[in-house]
T-cell receptor, first 111, second 115 residues
Framework: NAGVTQTPKFQVLKTGQSMTLQCAQD?????MSWYRQDPGMGLRLIHY???????DQGEVPNGYNVSRSTTEDFPLRLLSAAPSQTSVYFC??????????FGPGTRLTVL | GDSVTQMEGPVTLSEEAFLTINCTYT??????LFWYVQYPGEGLQLLLK?????DKGSNKGFEATYRKETTSFHLEKGSVQVSDSAVYFC??????????????FGTGTRLQVTL
């Protein structure tokens, strides 16, 4: 199993550009989530999904969209990037227990 | 709402020293508690967990005991190694065990172990 995979590993955007961060898992987990990691703030939940077709907002959802058309994939979309969205983004998945499995992260810089 | 407070880092120790990283929490109900570790350039990995009061989680020489009376889950290791250098996150889940859940994280504590 590859576990949780994320692409790209690094990305630089200009203010106002849009992009999609990809996340996929091959463990047939129902629950998937997106976090952002900022210095001194730990990880904060952006959006999460409890199954295909079901998504909900986390602690810091503004400026991000998600969809969950399949169990495997949970992309995160930035519609109009802002410098405040410069961060490291982690995708995670879990099934049946509170233990979450994390991807390797995407480091995003918005200029 | 739920919150997790960790001791400020960085923590710098010599190899074979004793490690304690403090973690306290605020939550309604009976949360599950976790320690995750992040090695340089990697994602987070579950280190250990405890799902009810007085449970002790342990893994790789690390251990932590769920103390409901002090709302704490301090991480300890008797003898650290250079390879333990990483960022350690305390986290809680406020949904019942067996249910997919959201995690609330502390801010993380960086540990550096030197020879």
């Amino acid at each position: 199993n590859a576990g949780v995979t994320q692409t790209p590993k690094f990305q630089v955007l200009k203010t106002g550009q849009s992009m999609t961060l990809q996340c996929a898992q091959d463990m047939n987990h129902e629950y998937m989530s997106w976090y952002r990691q900022d210095p001194g703030m730990g990880l904060r939940l952006i959006h999460y999904s409890v199954g295909a077709g079901i998504t909900d907002q986390g602690e810091v959802p503004n400026g991000y969209n998600v969809s969950r058309s399949t169990t495997e994939d949970f992309p995160l979309r930035l519609l109009s990037a802002a410098p405040s969205q410069t961060s490291v983004y982690f995708c995670a998945s879990s099934q049946g227990s509170a233990e979450q499995f994390f991807g390797p992260g995407t480091r995003l810089t918005v200029l | 709402g739920d919150s997790v407070t960790q001791m400020e880092g960085p923590v710098t120790l010599s190899e074979e020293a004793f490690l304690t990283i403090n973690c306290t929490y605020t939550a309604t109900g009976y949360p599950s508690l976790f320690w995750y570790v992040q090695y340089p350039g990697e994602g987070l990995q579950l280190l250990l967990k405890a799902t009810k009061a007085d449970d002790k989680g342990s893994n790789k020489g690390f251990e932590a005991t769920y103390r409901k009376e002090t709302t704490s889950f301090h991480l300890e290791k008797g003898s650290v190694q250079v390879s333990d250098s990483a960022v350690y996150f305390c986290a809680l889940s406020d949904l019942p065990t067996g249910t997919a859940s959201k995690l609330t994280f502390g801010t993380g504590t960086r540990l550096q172990v030197t020879l």
